[in-house]
């Protein structure tokens, strides 16, 4: 019988049997390609080296809070200041229709949005409308994410021989806080916040179920991955990774069995894998009805386009929170990569055989099947950014090791000297994107302003025109000032035709509903020529404004407004 951990996120455990090798098995600070010289070196060190182990060690509880309070605190501020996008503007307006509206709405259009809005409904009904409110279940899925993150750096450094390995978790949580990244989608009202938080539940359950075996740890994994689809369908490539972890661990463990040392217990561990696929299926199947939902409606991925050379560029640079970090951040995880190939005889998960396909794979399967059908969008993932967080920490807690190896029993505070530089460094690179992520002007759009604008110049009798007719969405982030515009194109309402921006009437009845219009709003995007972007209702609206006269036009990041006027006779 196993000994099982009281809890998932428990510091204060039973040492599962894998763990336990690990440490009876691996000195303190075995250093890198050890010569008789360094291991004599080593052994010297190791009094000292548990003593100032001891003394990094944080609380058990520590560990975990002070990450999710640190994003609590980073992700909180200013949460309202910056403008609402569009894409947030959809998720007020779909948060404000009643449960049969957002069904209704579902099976038109956004339904792998779905289990969000009705999340986001409720959360509207209990705190309101403004950007902070409906921002809050992102910024505490980010917090959470930063905390468990932590507790799996925790472990995952245990098991690794890793030392500090509190510290370590500690440092993983932090590194996550610090990332642009994280700032940017705490302050979203989207899904990628509470996405993120299951990728490391369901990260951490499924070691926990390896070590333990038992069934109802890999019950809870499928949920979790279930959660984690439920939110983001893209994040189910969360899966390939997964897969590769186990392959990679199953591999190492049959050729330490060929080398007879494996017992009972490491052949049942090898028969766990089949557990995982057990507990996957039983997760796609639950998930089945919205992956079906999700395929008949990809025409809403239209307006994604081919990736390039420039997308693994800018990805590279937002996951490393910026440019002049990517070269600090890809040392880091090089330090930890090439240190855990480097010693073998393991058991239990290393740091780099958890976090580095889940931070690579996605990211590449998305981009290589963009390539033929597009559907690369960054957001899509951003569940990925704790597995960068938990390479650098490991690659801080490696250059220590090698480190104490040098410094030994004289001053082994000194091996932490060159990851504190490091990790000061990294602060100092990450402030001024830290500042910037958090404004409007991070973000496509800022309906805000362009509200503000028509607030300010609106008559009343104004109309309003729409080109595309998508661009409807620009008056549902702040729609006070638009709802006291006549929309002449608008045939049905939003919510009266269970779709996101409405219903156009036939372009044959504009000109009925024009008569008497003095003055006209025409709001389009920016990135193209209004001509280019109308379709037939929209190109019988320009003729009508085009026997008015052009008075006055607001350019708002992404958003063209023009306010048109009715020739004098």
Same mark, same amino acid.
């Given at each position: 019988?196993?000994?099982?951990? @009281?809890?998932?996120?428990?510091?204060?455990?039973?040492?599962?049997?894998?763990?336990?090798?690990?440490?009876?098995?691996?000195?303190?600070?075995?250093?890198?390609?050890?010569?008789?010289?360094?291991?004599?070196?080593?052994?010297?060190?190791?009094?000292?080296?548990?003593?100032?182990?001891?003394?990094?060690?944080?609380?058990?509880?520590?560990?975990?809070?002070?990450?999710?309070?640190?994003?609590?605190?980073?992700?909180?501020?200013?949460?309202?200041?910056?403008? !609402?996008?569009?894409?947030?503007?959809?998720?007020?307006?779909?948060?404000?229709?009643?449960?049969?509206? =957002?069904?209704?709405?579902?099976?038109?259009?956004?339904?792998?949005?779905?289990?969000?809005?009705?999340?986001?409904?409720?959360?509207?009904?209990?705190?309101?409308?403004?950007?902070?409110?409906?921002?809050?279940?992102?910024?505490?899925?980010?917090?959470?994410?930063?905390?468990?993150?932590?507790?799996?750096?925790?472990?995952?450094?245990?098991?690794?021989?890793?030392?500090?390995?509190?510290?370590?978790?500690?440092?993983?949580?932090?590194?996550?806080?610090?990332?642009?990244?994280?700032?940017? &989608?705490?302050?979203?009202?989207?899904?990628?916040?509470?996405?993120?938080?299951?990728?490391?539940?369901?990260?951490?359950?499924?070691?926990?179920?390896?070590?333990?075996?038992?069934?109802?740890?890999?019950?809870?994994?499928?949920?979790?991955?279930?959660?984690?689809?439920?939110?983001?369908?893209?994040? !189910?490539?969360?899966?390939?990774?997964?897969?590769?972890?186990?392959?990679?661990?199953?591999?190492?463990?049959?050729?330490?069995?060929?080398?007879?040392?494996?017992?009972?217990?490491?052949?049942?561990?090898?028969?766990?894998?089949?557990?995982?696929?057990?507990?996957?299926?039983?997760? =796609?199947?639950?998930?089945?009805?919205? =992956?079906?939902?999700? &395929?008949?409606?990809?025409?809403?991925?239209?307006?994604?386009?081919?990736?390039?050379?420039?997308?693994?560029?800018?990805?590279?640079?937002?996951?490393?929170?910026? @440019?002049?970090?990517?070269?600090?951040?890809?040392?880091?995880?090089?330090?930890?990569?090439?240190?855990?190939?480097?010693? @073998?005889?393991?058991?239990?998960?290393?740091?780099?055989?958890?976090?580095?396909?889940?931070?690579?794979?996605?990211?590449?399967?998305?981009?290589?099947?963009?390539?033929?059908?597009?559907?690369?969008?960054?957001?899509?993932?951003?569940?990925?950014?704790?597995?960068?967080?938990?390479?650098?920490?490991?690659?801080?807690?490696?250059?220590?090791?090698?480190?104490?190896?040098?410094?030994?029993?004289?001053?082994?505070?000194?091996?932490?000297?060159?990851?504190?530089?490091?990790?000061?460094?990294?602060?100092?690179?990450?402030?001024?994107?830290?500042?910037?992520?958090?404004?409007?002007?991070?973000?496509?759009?800022? !309906?805000?302003?362009?509200?503000? =604008?028509?607030?300010?110049?609106?008559?009343?009798?104004?109309?309003?025109?729409?080109?595309?007719?998508?661009? #409807?969405?620009?008056?549902?982030?702040?729609?006070?000032?638009?709802?006291?515009?006549?929309?002449?194109?608008?045939?049905?309402?939003?919510?009266?035709?269970?779709?996101?921006?409405?219903?156009?009437?036939?372009?044959?009845?504009?000109?009925?509903?024009?008569?008497?219009?003095? #003055?006209?709003?025409?709001?389009?995007?920016?990135?193209?020529?209004?001509?280019?972007?109308?379709?037939?209702?929209? @190109?019988?609206?320009?003729?009508?404004?085009?026997?008015?006269?052009?008075?006055?036009?607001?350019?708002?990041?992404?958003?063209?407004?023009?306010? &048109?006027?009715?020739?004098? #006779?």
């Amino acid at each position: 019988m196993h000994n099982s951990p @009281r809890g998932v996120f428990s510091h204060e455990r039973p040492i599962l049997r894998s763990e336990l090798a690990v440490r009876t098995r691996t000195s303190p600070l075995p250093a890198v390609g050890v010569t008789a010289a360094g291991a004599t070196a080593a052994g010297v060190t190791a009094a000292a080296t548990s003593q100032w182990r001891a003394r990094l060690r944080p609380a058990g509880w520590l560990v975990i809070v002070i990450p999710a309070l640190a994003e609590l605190a980073v992700g909180g501020y200013r949460l309202g200041g910056a403008s !609402l996008w569009r894409d947030e503007a959809y998720t007020l307006d779909a948060a404000q229709r009643s449960d049969r509206q =957002i069904l209704a709405l579902l099976g038109n259009v956004d339904a792998v949005h779905g289990p969000y809005y009705l999340l986001m409904h409720v959360v509207v009904g209990v705190l309101g409308t403004s950007a902070a409110a409906i921002r809050l279940p992102s910024l505490l899925g980010m917090s959470v994410a930063a905390g468990c993150t932590a507790a799996l750096g925790r472990r995952l450094s245990r098991m690794a021989a890793l030392p500090a390995p509190s510290l370590t978790g500690l440092a993983a949580g932090l590194l996550l806080v610090a990332a642009p990244q994280t700032t940017y &989608y705490a302050q979203d009202a989207r899904p990628y916040g509470l996405v993120t938080m299951f990728a490391v539940i369901a990260t951490q359950l499924l070691i926990t179920a390896m070590a333990d075996g038992r069934w109802r740890w890999w019950a809870a994994y499928g949920a979790a991955i279930a959660l984690t689809g439920i939110f983001s369908l893209f994040a !189910l490539l969360l899966l390939f990774a997964h897969g590769v972890t186990l392959l990679v661990t199953r591999s190492r463990n049959q050729n330490r069995a060929s080398d007879g040392r494996a017992g009972r217990n490491e052949r049942e561990r090898q028969a766990r894998p089949l557990r995982w696929l057990a507990a996957v299926a039983a997760a =796609i199947l639950a998930l089945s009805p919205l =992956i079906a939902a999700g &395929y008949r409606q990809d025409q809403t991925l239209g307006w994604v386009t081919r990736p390039g050379l420039w997308t693994l560029t800018a990805m590279l640079s937002s996951f490393a929170g910026s @440019r002049k970090a990517i070269p600090l951040v890809a040392a880091l995880v090089a330090c930890c990569v090439v240190t855990e190939v480097r010693r @073998r005889h393991r058991q239990g998960f290393t740091v780099t055989e958890v976090a580095l396909p889940w931070l690579a794979l996605p990211p590449l399967i998305l981009l290589a099947v963009s390539l033929a059908h597009p559907a690369y969008v960054e957001r899509y993932i951003v569940f990925s950014l704790p597995a960068l967080a938990l390479l650098c920490a490991a690659g801080l807690a490696s250059l220590a090791r090698l480190a104490a190896v040098a410094a030994g029993h004289r001053a082994p505070w000194l091996a932490w000297v060159p990851s504190g530089v490091l990790a000061a460094a990294m602060a100092v690179l990450l402030a001024g994107p830290q500042q910037s992520i958090r404004l409007t002007s991070a973000r496509p759009d800022n !309906l805000r302003a362009v509200s503000a =604008i028509v607030s300010a110049n609106e008559h009343p009798g104004d109309a309003v025109i729409y080109i595309p007719s998508e661009a #409807r969405v620009v008056s549902m982030g702040y729609p006070a000032p638009f709802s006291r515009l006549r929309d002449i194109a608008l045939a049905r309402s939003p919510v009266a035709s269970a779709t996101l921006t409405g219903v156009q009437v036939p372009a044959a009845e504009l000109p009925g509903r024009f008569g008497g219009v003095r #003055r006209t709003w025409l709001v389009s995007w920016s990135e193209k020529p209004v001509a280019s972007q109308a379709e037939a209702t929209g @190109r019988a609206e320009l003729a009508l404004v085009a026997g008015m006269r052009l008075i006055r036009q607001w350019t708002v990041h992404s958003v063209v407004l023009r306010l &048109y006027e009715a020739r004098q #006779r």
